[in-house]
C-alpha cells in the first residue's frame, strides 16, 4: 500500500515542480526577450557578454523545464522516452549552459559573481558526467542520486531568485526610513549573492532527499535488476 501511493505522490510532486520551472523560467527569460542588453538584470561588460549570457539563460531553461520530467514515475517507466529527455537535458541544457556560465562569470567585475556562477557551472557538468556514468554501469539508484543532484544546481535559478526579496526583507530591521524606500533597487546588486547562495541550498536540500528513507530506493533497485537482466 505505502508503495502504490508514494508513486502517485511522488509524481505529483514532479509536476508540481514542472509547472514551477515553467511559470519562474518565463519570468527569468522574458528581459532578454528583446536582446537589449540594457534590460540585463546583471551587469554586462559589452556586447559578447551580454549574448553569452543570453545563451546561458535560454539553454538553462531547457534544462529547467525537462528536469522535472525525469522524476515523473510514468516517464521513467518508458525507457526510450525518459533516455529522450535526458539526452536533451543534458546535451541541449546542462552542457551548453553550463560551458556558457564559465566565461559569464569571467567576464564579470564581481568577484562574487564569478564564484556564484563558476562553481555550480563545474559542479553541474561533474554530477551530469557521473550521471550518465553511472546509468551506463546500470547503476539506476545512483543515476537516479546523481540526476537529482544536478537537477538541485538547475533550479538554482529558481532558488537564488526566491533568496534574493528575502535578503533583502533580511536588510529591513536595519536599516532606517530613507533607506526601506529605495531597497527595491538594490535587487540587482543581490542577485549574485543569490546565486552564491542558492546552488549551496540546493545541494542541501537535495542530500537530505536522497538520504531520507523510502520504498523508491527498493523500487529503483528493482529496476536496475530487470534492465541488467534483459541486457544478458
Known amino acids: 500500500m505505502i508503495q502504490h501511493r508514494s ?3 511522488r509524481g505529483r510532486r514532479s509536476w508540481l515542480m514542472l509547472i514551477v520551472a515553467v511559470v519562474s523560467g518565463g519570468v527569468l527569460v522574458s528581459p532578454y526577450l528583446g536582446l537589449d542588453s540594457g534590460d540585463s538584470r546583471l551587469d554586462v561588460s559589452g556586447g559578447a557578454h551580454y549574448y553569452l549570457l543570453v545563451a ?10 525537462l528536469g522535472p520530467l525525469q522524476f515523473v514515475p510514468a516517464i521513467r517507466a518508458r525507457r526510450r522516452v525518459h533516455r529522450a529527455i535526458g539526452r536533451c537535458y543534458l546535451l541541449a541544457g546542462v552542457l551548453p549552459s553550463a560551458l556558457a556560465a564559465v566565461p559569464v562569470a569571467m567576464l564579470s567585475d564581481r568577484l562574487i559573481t564569478q564564484i556564484g556562477l563558476t562553481i ?3 559542479l553541474w557538468l561533474i554530477t551530469g558526467w557521473l550521471a550518465i556514468r553511472a546509468a551506463r554501469r546500470r547503476d539506476f539508484l545512483r543515476h537516479r542520486n546523481w540526476m537529482m543532484r544536478n537537477y538541485a544546481l538547475t533550479f ?3 532558488t537564488s531568485r526566491i533568496l534574493v526579496p528575502l535578503l533583502l526583507l533580511a536588510r529591513v530591521p536595519f536599516s532606517d526610513t530613507a533607506e526601506v524606500g529605495s531597497i527595491g533597487a538594490d ?4 542577485i549574485p549573492i543569490g546565486q552564491a547562495l542558492g546552488w549551496i541550498v540546493n545541494l ?3 542530500e537530505l532527499l536522497i538520504r531520507r528513507p523510502g520504498p523508491w530506493r527498493a523500487q529503483v533497485a528493482t529496476l536496475g535488476a530487470s534492465a541488467a537482466r534483459s541486457s544478458m
Open 120 to 122: 555550480p557551472a563545474v
Open 204 to 206: 542541501v536540500v537535495a
Open 156 to 158: 538554482l535559478a529558481v
Open 7 to 9: 508513486r502517485p505522490a
Open 56 to 65: 546561458h539563460i535560454f539553454t538553462a531553461l531547457v534544462a529547467l523545464v
Open 187 to 190: 535587487a540587482p546588486s543581490m
